[in-house]
Protein backbone atom coordinates (compact mmCIF):
# COMPACT_ATOMS: atom_id res chain seq x y z
CA UNK A 1 0.00 0.00 0.00
CA UNK A 2 1.41 3.40 -0.38
CA UNK A 3 0.95 6.42 1.44
CA UNK A 4 -1.95 7.45 3.90
CA UNK A 5 -3.67 9.88 2.04
CA UNK A 6 -3.50 7.24 -1.81
CA UNK A 7 -3.03 3.41 -2.16
CA UNK A 8 -1.15 1.99 -4.88
CA UNK A 9 -0.54 -1.92 -5.72
CA UNK A 10 3.19 -3.13 -6.56
CA UNK A 11 4.31 -5.86 -7.21
CA UNK A 12 7.56 -7.11 -6.88
CA UNK A 13 9.61 -9.47 -8.82
CA UNK A 14 12.58 -11.25 -8.67
CA UNK A 15 14.25 -13.36 -11.37
CA UNK A 16 17.54 -14.40 -9.18
CA UNK A 17 16.23 -15.90 -5.93
CA UNK A 18 15.52 -12.75 -3.99
CA UNK A 19 18.86 -10.89 -4.62
CA UNK A 20 17.18 -8.29 -6.25
CA UNK A 21 13.60 -6.86 -6.81
CA UNK A 22 11.96 -4.96 -9.26
CA UNK A 23 8.59 -3.49 -8.46
CA UNK A 24 5.56 -2.65 -10.81
CA UNK A 25 2.74 -0.86 -10.20
CA UNK A 26 -1.07 -2.19 -10.47
CA UNK A 27 -3.53 0.64 -11.68
CA UNK A 28 -5.99 -1.66 -12.80
CA UNK A 29 -6.64 -3.27 -9.07
CA UNK A 30 -8.86 -0.98 -6.22
CA UNK A 31 -8.29 -2.97 -2.70
CA UNK A 32 -5.09 -4.12 -1.56
CA UNK A 33 -3.30 -7.44 -2.65
CA UNK A 34 -3.70 -10.37 -0.63
CA UNK A 35 -1.68 -13.42 -1.32
CA UNK A 36 0.33 -14.55 -4.69
CA UNK A 37 0.71 -17.80 -6.39
CA UNK A 38 3.02 -18.84 -9.20
CA UNK A 39 2.44 -22.17 -10.88
CA UNK A 40 6.15 -21.43 -13.18
CA UNK A 41 8.23 -18.24 -13.98
CA UNK A 42 6.06 -17.09 -16.40
CA UNK A 43 2.23 -17.98 -14.97
CA UNK A 44 1.04 -16.10 -11.91
CA UNK A 45 -2.52 -15.13 -10.32
CA UNK A 46 -2.90 -12.93 -7.00
CA UNK A 47 -6.09 -11.91 -5.23
CA UNK A 48 -7.25 -8.38 -4.20
CA UNK A 49 -9.03 -7.95 -1.31
CA UNK A 50 -11.44 -5.66 -1.96
CA UNK A 51 -12.28 -4.28 -5.23
CA UNK A 52 -14.88 -2.05 -6.64
CA UNK A 53 -17.87 -1.68 -4.79
CA UNK A 54 -16.58 -4.44 -2.09
CA UNK A 55 -16.11 -7.56 -4.55
CA UNK A 56 -12.52 -9.15 -4.49
CA UNK A 57 -10.48 -9.29 -7.64
CA UNK A 58 -8.03 -11.76 -9.02
CA UNK A 59 -5.41 -10.70 -11.62
CA UNK A 60 -3.07 -12.98 -13.80
CA UNK A 61 0.35 -12.38 -15.21
CA UNK A 62 1.85 -14.34 -18.25
CA UNK A 63 4.94 -12.68 -19.10
CA UNK A 64 6.58 -13.15 -14.92
CA UNK A 65 5.18 -9.80 -13.76
CA UNK A 66 5.97 -7.34 -16.00
CA UNK A 67 2.09 -7.27 -17.20
CA UNK A 68 -1.31 -8.02 -15.20
CA UNK A 69 -4.67 -8.72 -16.29
CA UNK A 70 -7.99 -8.73 -14.18
CA UNK A 71 -10.07 -11.95 -14.39
CA UNK A 72 -13.90 -12.25 -13.88
CA UNK A 73 -14.42 -13.67 -10.34
CA UNK A 74 -17.93 -14.46 -8.90
CA UNK A 75 -18.95 -15.22 -5.60
CA UNK A 76 -21.17 -17.56 -4.72
CA UNK A 77 -24.61 -18.16 -4.99
CA UNK A 78 -26.61 -16.54 -2.33
CA UNK A 79 -27.30 -19.01 0.49
CA UNK A 80 -31.49 -19.49 1.31
CA UNK A 81 -31.57 -17.08 4.08
CA UNK A 82 -29.95 -14.29 2.31
CA UNK A 83 -31.28 -11.94 0.31
CA UNK A 84 -27.94 -9.60 -1.27
CA UNK A 85 -24.48 -10.26 -1.70
CA UNK A 86 -22.94 -7.13 0.64
CA UNK A 87 -19.12 -7.46 -0.35
CA UNK A 88 -16.25 -10.57 -0.34
CA UNK A 89 -12.83 -10.76 0.32
CA UNK A 90 -10.21 -13.23 -0.69
CA UNK A 91 -7.60 -13.73 1.40
CA UNK A 92 -5.23 -16.57 -0.17
CA UNK A 93 -4.24 -18.27 -3.76
CA UNK A 94 -2.30 -21.41 -4.77
CA UNK A 95 -1.75 -22.48 -7.98
CA UNK A 96 -0.26 -26.00 -8.47
CA UNK A 97 -0.59 -25.93 -12.02
CA UNK A 98 -0.60 -23.37 -14.55
CA UNK A 99 -4.49 -24.86 -14.98
CA UNK A 100 -5.57 -25.57 -11.19
CA UNK A 101 -6.15 -22.36 -8.96
CA UNK A 102 -8.08 -22.53 -5.84
CA UNK A 103 -8.96 -19.00 -3.79
CA UNK A 104 -9.99 -18.49 -0.44
CA UNK A 105 -11.81 -16.04 1.33
CA UNK A 106 -15.63 -14.87 2.77
CA UNK A 107 -18.81 -13.34 1.18
CA UNK A 108 -20.78 -11.55 3.55
CA UNK A 109 -24.61 -11.27 2.65
CA UNK A 110 -27.72 -9.81 3.74
CA UNK A 111 -29.99 -11.88 4.88
CA UNK A 112 -33.82 -11.55 5.91
CA UNK A 113 -33.24 -12.96 9.27
CA UNK A 114 -31.29 -12.27 12.52
CA UNK A 115 -28.90 -11.39 12.44
CA UNK A 116 -29.16 -9.02 9.18
CA UNK A 117 -25.73 -9.29 8.22
CA UNK A 118 -23.80 -13.13 7.86
CA UNK A 119 -20.72 -14.03 6.58
CA UNK A 120 -19.26 -17.36 5.25
CA UNK A 121 -16.32 -18.57 3.76
CA UNK A 122 -15.41 -19.32 0.26
CA UNK A 123 -12.99 -21.76 -1.67
CA UNK A 124 -13.35 -20.72 -5.66
CA UNK A 125 -11.75 -23.18 -7.75
CA UNK A 126 -10.63 -23.19 -12.06
CA UNK A 127 -9.16 -25.64 -14.44
CA UNK A 128 -8.56 -23.34 -17.35
CA UNK A 129 -5.99 -20.75 -15.72
CA UNK A 130 -8.54 -18.36 -14.05
CA UNK A 131 -11.25 -18.02 -16.87
CA UNK A 132 -13.93 -18.92 -15.18
CA UNK A 133 -14.39 -19.98 -11.45
CA UNK A 134 -17.17 -22.20 -9.58
CA UNK A 135 -17.46 -20.62 -5.72
CA UNK A 136 -18.75 -22.10 -2.66
CA UNK A 137 -19.57 -21.52 0.84
CA UNK A 138 -17.88 -23.78 3.95
CA UNK A 139 -19.46 -23.71 7.40
CA UNK A 140 -15.78 -21.81 8.65
CA UNK A 141 -16.99 -17.48 8.40
CA UNK A 142 -13.41 -16.80 7.09
CA UNK A 143 -11.15 -19.06 4.97
CA UNK A 144 -7.80 -17.09 5.65
CA UNK A 145 -4.76 -19.35 3.71
CA UNK A 146 -4.41 -22.68 1.33
CA UNK A 147 -2.01 -24.88 0.20
CA UNK A 148 -2.07 -27.31 -2.77
CA UNK A 149 1.16 -29.36 -3.34
CA UNK A 150 -1.05 -31.31 -5.78
CA UNK A 151 -4.23 -30.62 -7.47
CA UNK A 152 -6.31 -33.29 -5.74
CA UNK A 153 -5.08 -32.75 -2.64
CA UNK A 154 -5.36 -29.18 -0.04
CA UNK A 155 -5.25 -27.99 2.86
CA UNK A 156 -7.17 -24.79 3.91
CA UNK A 157 -7.03 -22.95 7.14
CA UNK A 158 -9.89 -20.44 8.79
CA UNK A 159 -12.03 -19.29 11.36
CA UNK A 160 -15.27 -19.07 12.80
CA UNK A 161 -15.17 -15.64 14.08
CA UNK A 162 -18.45 -16.14 16.16
CA UNK A 163 -16.63 -18.92 18.09
CA UNK A 164 -13.13 -17.95 17.30
CA UNK A 165 -12.63 -21.25 16.89
CA UNK A 166 -9.93 -22.44 14.09
CA UNK A 167 -11.17 -24.78 11.67
CA UNK A 168 -9.50 -27.30 9.08
CA UNK A 169 -11.17 -27.35 5.38
CA UNK A 170 -9.68 -30.57 3.59
CA UNK A 171 -10.50 -31.17 0.13
CA UNK A 172 -9.03 -34.53 -2.09
CA UNK A 173 -10.40 -34.20 -5.34
CA UNK A 174 -9.58 -30.80 -5.88
CA UNK A 175 -11.63 -28.43 -4.26
CA UNK A 176 -15.22 -30.27 -5.52
CA UNK A 177 -15.92 -30.89 -1.84
CA UNK A 178 -14.52 -30.01 1.61
CA UNK A 179 -14.54 -31.77 4.87
CA UNK A 180 -14.70 -28.99 7.68
CA UNK A 181 -13.48 -29.92 10.96
CA UNK A 182 -12.06 -27.77 14.20
CA UNK A 183 -8.44 -27.83 14.01
CA UNK A 184 -7.60 -28.60 17.89
CA UNK A 185 -11.22 -30.26 18.94
CA UNK A 186 -12.49 -27.95 21.81
CA UNK A 187 -9.65 -25.43 21.55
CA UNK A 188 -10.91 -21.86 21.50
CA UNK A 189 -8.17 -18.98 20.58
CA UNK A 190 -8.50 -14.96 21.71
CA UNK A 191 -10.28 -12.56 19.27
CA UNK A 192 -7.51 -11.33 16.83
CA UNK A 193 -5.14 -14.40 16.69
Same mark, same amino acid.
Given at each position: ??????????????????????????????????????????????????????????????????????????????????????????????????????????????????????????????????? &???????????? &??????????????????????????????????????????? &???????
Amino acid at each position: RGGNLSASNTVLVTTNGGVAWSAFTLPSVDGYLTSVSCSDTEHCLATAALGIGGMSTIIMTNDGGLGWANLVWGAPPLPANASALVGSQLNAITCPTTSDCLAVGQATYSTTVSPPIETQGVISTTNDGGQ &TWQSHLVPANDI &TGISCPITQDCLAVGQNTGYQSVYRNVTTDGGATWTVSPLVSG &TQIAGGH
